[in-house]
């Protein structure tokens, strides 16, 4: 008897904050048989239409990636090698940590979150998916400018400092 592969459409959670808006689903592909294969099906498997990919690789466990935010963009995250820790802010005091270790699972990444991305194991490989090319306007790299953005997201008013 043949195999047949897995046909899902992933559709995130209903959320009122992005930081319940993420969201962890298995990827289809055959996982049983002696050769294993995890495929992304376009735009059956995705919860958005995917526009760019690229992958953060060999990376340092000594090294914290990210530190930013976006505005719109969309994002699947996978840990294709090895094991990769992400921290989530939402910018009102809330924080979220998730931990990929399996290439067969993704993540949803909703846009409006601060995010700090490590390596527990060396030489691990973050692969992502976006739903949009990149675009410099979209990012958010000044944490106190991303305080601000989550504030006015949430209806809150943050204080000057200076």
Same mark, same amino acid.
């Given at each position: 008897?043949?195999?047949v592969?897995?046909?899902?459409?992933?559709?995130?959670?209903?959320?009122t904050?992005?930081?319940s #808006?993420?969201c962890?689903?298995?990827?289809p592909?055959?996982?049983? &048989?002696?050769?294993?294969?995890t495929? /992304?099906? +376009?735009?059956i498997?995705?919860? +958005?239409?995917?526009?760019?990919?690229y992958?953060l690789?060999n &990376?340092n466990?000594?090294?914290?990636r990210?530190h930013? =935010?976006?505005?719109?963009?969309e994002?699947?995250?996978? =840990?294709?090698?090895g094991c990769i820790?992400?921290?989530?802010?939402n910018g009102?005091?809330?924080?979220r940590t998730?931990v990929?270790?399996?290439?067969t699972?993704?993540?949803?990444?909703?846009?409006? &979150?601060?995010?700090?991305i490590? =390596?527990?194991?060396?030489?691990?490989?973050? /692969?992502v998916?976006?739903?949009?090319?990149?675009?410099? #306007?979209?990012y958010?790299?000044?944490?106190?400018?991303?305080?601000?953005?989550?504030?006015?997201?949430?209806g &809150? *008013?943050?204080?000057? *400092?200076?």
């Open positions: 008897m043949k195999p592969r897995q046909r899902m459409k992933v559709v995130p959670p209903p959320a904050d992005p930081l #808006a993420i962890r689903f298995p990827l592909g055959n996982q049983t &048989l002696v050769r294993r294969i495929v /992304l099906d +376009f735009p498997s995705s919860p +958005f239409p995917i526009q760019r990919a992958w690789h &990376l466990p000594l090294e914290i990210g930013h =935010a976006h505005l719109k963009l994002q699947l995250m996978v =840990a294709v090698n820790e992400i921290e989530f802010d009102c005091g809330e924080r998730e990929l270790d399996r290439p699972e993704a993540l949803y990444v909703p846009p409006g &979150l601060w995010r700090r490590r =390596a527990r194991e060396l030489h691990s490989t973050l /692969l998916f976006a739903s949009a090319s990149f675009d410099e #306007a979209d958010i790299r000044d944490y106190d400018a991303f305080l601000q953005f989550a504030a006015k997201a949430h &809150l *008013t943050i204080p000057k *400092t200076r």
